[in-house]
């Protein structure tokens, strides 16, 4: 049994474990989450005609609907980590998205360093769950449940997957950000492939056929189905005939309309009502939990469609973002003997509460020692009130999209959310936003100016928060060069001085891309507009890199290349091939660009020599442009070069 002892502002008091054999009949539990599900993607909160969630909706009718559900960050794995143990992404150091990437880091440290325009210095996450977390899939298999994942993970790869984190099976057992390829087979998952009768198998009609058949299996048991849907996350693509189904429906002035994602969603959709059918059909809905919600906002930043995949109107911003439309979800709870049908509830409830409250509801006590930075909900779902308390999200990164905002942390209280950005104010001091969400939803209107007694009292909670959950901070950044600062340009899509012509046959792309003049070298986590012999590559994720398959390599293969960009570090980084273990990559070479001039970088690859891989370029492209001159790699005593 694994236990993690933590002190925490917010807990559930130790109490014994009790033992399986003791414990009476217990219901089963569902647990749904999206993936980059919008706050307003759904019909159950009115706002939007395009996408169609009738299952969503049925399900609605079964239990309570939560109007103020946050998740634990803007960005998946974090707000994944604080379901499964209870605990904010502040205190494990999962902060980014990054678990699928070789390197292991178990523990958040400081950063480095940062680029001249930047007032802070974001600091380095981890990039795995540990596994001295004790999580809910332990808590519910000592219990003598059942369970199961489905789906999407990323947590990191083993030894840190569901197998290794209280889960019975992991289907289709995979690390990646997303599915493997495309959601429509023929995909890209080792030892997992569509049902020979289904050659253009939809990943989700799978993931939910595979989860009934689980089900079915162990209905005379309690169990945890854990179903993480790959949906609604990029590569965006469905089924051809929905994808039609919804061109048809287009309203050109509505800010929702990609029919590619309107037809992702009726997939996702169509999902819960298979798993909603089976239940029935298994006469198991009066003896199941089932918790519906998302890990963060919707997409704002990605194309599709020849528009974004979703707009979150009428919250600002979205995914990777700390303004309600980055951390404001969907969530559906039907807890049978708990919620009553169709009901509504506007208590503010947040990801690491499922977790506590789960327990407490099915009679389970937390292992000696254990806490948790969430509560007890049961009140709110029994239809009354919590109490008045503070939810906090942790974001200490800007990775460049719509509505970003310098590394924050933000708290909210009543009506009130404030924002603090890390070192943002005059001489190192932290800079604040304060908005009344009653009456300014979309966070037009800073108020912190006009109520600085406010922003003390909140900020001091912020203080107290950082520090319970012993949260690695950003620092100031000694190199901060005032006359590269650009205020004016937060908050804006692309943050960058020297923004490219308008779009044309050499225009920026979305990531994942295929761009015929990167030669080969695909984008991820960035975009690339190649003008003039220059690509110049902007980040759009968190670890934006460009990634190439040149085989094997000899040992002693390097990699030149010469760029221009702001300062910052990156790192050149070997990928096994696709069926190989990325926790066997060996460990990147690291790199360091001063800002202003070109710079020719040469690295060794840690590549073993061996085995065929991908080879990934790490640029420090995540708050300003980076500009690439040329790309040679040398190996066994042969050079490729591309100019761009």
């Known amino acids: 049994m694994k236990c993690l002892i933590l002190p925490a502002a917010l807990l559930l008091a130790p109490l014994c474990a009790l033992h399986a054999a003791d414990l009476p009949a217990k219901p089963n539990l569902v647990f749904i989450l999206a993936d980059d599900l919008g706050w307003a993607d759904t019909t159950l909160y009115g706002h939007t005609k395009f996408y169609q969630t009738p299952n969503l909706e049925r399900l609605a009718k079964r239990g309570m609907k939560f109007t103020r559900a946050y998740s634990a960050s803007p960005l998946c794995s974090p707000t994944r980590s604080a379901i499964l143990t209870g605990l904010s992404p502040a205190r494990t150091g999962v902060t980014t998205p990054n678990c699928h990437l070789p390197e292991v880091v178990l523990e958040a440290t400081p950063g480095k360093s940062a680029a001249p325009a930047q007032k802070s210095i974001q600091p380095a996450p981890a990039t795995r769950l540990k596994t001295e977390y004790r999580t809910l899939a332990e ?111 287009v309203n050109p002035s509505d800010p929702q309309r990609s029919p590619t994602y309107a037809a992702m969603i009726e997939s996702m959709d169509d999902a819960v009502g298979t798993l909603l059918d089976a239940l029935d059909r298994l006469g198991l809905p009066d003896k199941t939990v089932i918790i519906f919600t998302s890990d963060n906002g919707g997409n704002m930043y990605n194309e599709i469609d020849g528009t974004t995949p979703t707009s979150n109107i009428p919250l600002r911003g979205g995914k990777a973002t700390l303004f309600e439309g980055g951390t404001r979800v969907p969530c559906l709870v039907a807890w049978p003997g708990v919620t009553r049908a169709g009901t509504r509830s506007d208590a503010m409830i947040q990801s690491e509460d499922y977790y506590p409250t789960l327990l407490a509801g099915l009679g389970l006590q937390p292992a000696p020692g254990q806490r948790f930075d969430g509560i007890n909900i049961l009140p709110a779902l029994k239809g009354g009130a919590l109490p008045e308390r503070a939810l906090f999200q942790y974001f200490p990164h800007n990775p460049a999209v719509p509505d970003w905002l310098p590394p924050a942390v933000t708290v909210h209280r009543g009506d009130w959310k404030l924002i603090r950005i890390f070192h943002g104010g005059e001489n190192g001091a932290h800079r604040h936003l304060l908005f009344n969400l009653r009456d300014d939803l979309g966070e037009k209107n800073n108020l912190a100016a006009q109520q600085p007694e406010r922003v003390r009292e909140l900020d001091v909670l912020i203080e107290h928060f950082l520090e319970d959950t012993k949260a690695v901070v950003p620092l100031p950044n000694p190199a901060f060069d005032p006359a590269k600062y650009h205020p004016e340009d937060e908050g804006k899509s692309k943050p960058r001085r020297n923004p490219p012509p308008a779009k044309s046959a050499s225009a920026a792309i979305a990531d994942p891309g295929d761009h015929p003049q990167m030669q080969g070298w695909k984008t991820r986590g960035c975009a690339a507009v190649v003008k003039d012999g220059i690509a110049t590559i902007t980040g759009t994720g968190a670890a934006p890199f460009l990634g190439f398959a040149p085989g094997k390599l000899e040992p002693g293969a390097k990699l030149r290349f010469r760029l221009r960009c702001a300062g910052g570090s990156g790192k050149v980084a070997w990928l096994p091939a696709a069926n190989a273990n990325p926790v066997d990559a060996p460990k990147p070479v690291e790199f360091v660009v001063k800002a202003g001039a070109w710079t020719e970088i040469s690295a060794a690859i840690p590549a073993p020599g061996d085995k065929a891989g991908i080879l990934r370029l790490f640029l420090p492209a995540q708050d300003a442009s980076v500009e690439l001159d040329w790309i040679e790699l040398t190996s066994g005593g042969q050079t490729r070069r591309w100019d761009f």
């Open 139 to 249: 808590s519910l298999k000592e219990a003598g449940y059942a369970t199961g994942h489905f789906g999407k993970w990323h947590l990191g790869p083993e030894p840190f997957s569901p197998l290794q984190q209280g889960f019975d099976v992991d289907v289709p057992h995979w690390p990646g950000p997303g599915p493997a390829g495309s959601y429509v087979a023929p995909w890209k998952f080792k030892d997992f492939d569509a049902d020979p009768a289904e050659p253009h198998q939809h990943i989700e009609d799978r993931m939910a056929k595979e989860a009934v058949a689980w089900m079915e299996k162990n209905r005379d048991r309690p169990f945890y189905l854990n179903y993480w849907m790959f949906s609604v996350h990029a590569p965006f693509d469905a089924k051809k005939a929905l994808i039609e189904k919804h061109r048809a429906r």
